[in-house]
């Protein structure tokens, strides 16, 4: 004879089992929710962002950084325009036609702007500073926007420094019998964000639309 099972009631055996597969389920179940979800947090991460129209430097260029002297004749520390988006542009007051087209196509930017340009500062650093002293720089930045823009110089070795810096180049060109000369020198415009670091580049082939337009992006919704 065998023995008789009651099969009206599940054996423990079976209780486990079925409560083991249960929890298999529900496991596998979690797993793929979770795959699913980093799936699309992969996706978003992933996907392209909105690409700069002037040209991206971040990562390239150091953080802005340097001591020089203001055209009011006073210290100007990089530390003083933080908070700010920082245009960074070298030149210098005797330039016949490349700075004066360079600022005033940063007006322009200004312009474009409108209230988000209270946020930017345009540093005019001069590549001459035997010529630039903080008067003439003063009357010269005032002359395009005494409000944004800001006049600074150094010595040749504070000049020369900075400008090596941020891979610059410049050079004082022969002088005219009458002891005027012209300086040779770079003349893409620095974009550097609220925190100071190195963001964007704009040459002259850049129009204030694009120049504007980034500006605003890297200035950002918090601003």
């Known amino acids: 004879m065998f023995p008789r099972f ?3 009631r599940p054996s423990r055996f079976v209780s486990r089992a079925v409560a083991r597969l249960a929890r298999l389920r529900r496991a596998r179940l979690a797993a793929l929710l979770t795959l ?7 996706g978003a991460c992933t996907r392209a962002a909105e690409p700069w129209q002037l040209t ?9 950084m340097f001591a020089l002297t203001g055209d009011s004749g006073k210290p100007i520390t990089s530390a003083d325009l933080h908070g700010n988006t920082t245009l960074v542009y070298f030149g210098y007051t005797h330039c ?4 004066p087209e360079t600022m005033a196509r940063l007006m322009q930017v200004i312009a474009k702007l409108g209230p988000d ?4 500062r345009i540093l005019f650093i001069s590549v001459d500073p035997a010529r630039d ?11 395009f926007d005494a409000q944004h823009a800001l006049g600074l110089t150094g010595t ?6 900075l400008a090596k810096r941020y891979r610059v180049a410049y050079q004082m060109e022969q002088r005219d019998p009458d002891g005027s000369y012209e300086v040779t020198h770079s003349s893409a415009v620095y974009v550097f964000d609220a925190q100071g670091h190195a963001r964007l580049l704009a040459t002259d082939k850049d129009s204030p639309d694009a120049i504007a337009h980034d500006v605003r992006r890297v200035i950002g919704p918090a601003a």
């Open 133 to 143: 002293t903080p008067q003439a720089l003063h009357a010269y930045v005032n002359a």
């Open 96 to 99: 016949p036609d490349v700075c």
């Open 36 to 42: 699913a979800a980093g799936s699309v947090l992969l």
């Open 6 to 8: 009651d099969t009206s």
């Open 156 to 161: 040749n070795a504070q000049i020369e420094s």
């Open 117 to 120: 340009a209270q946020h930017v």
């Open 56 to 64: 991206n430097v971040s990562g390239h260029l150091p953080d802005l």
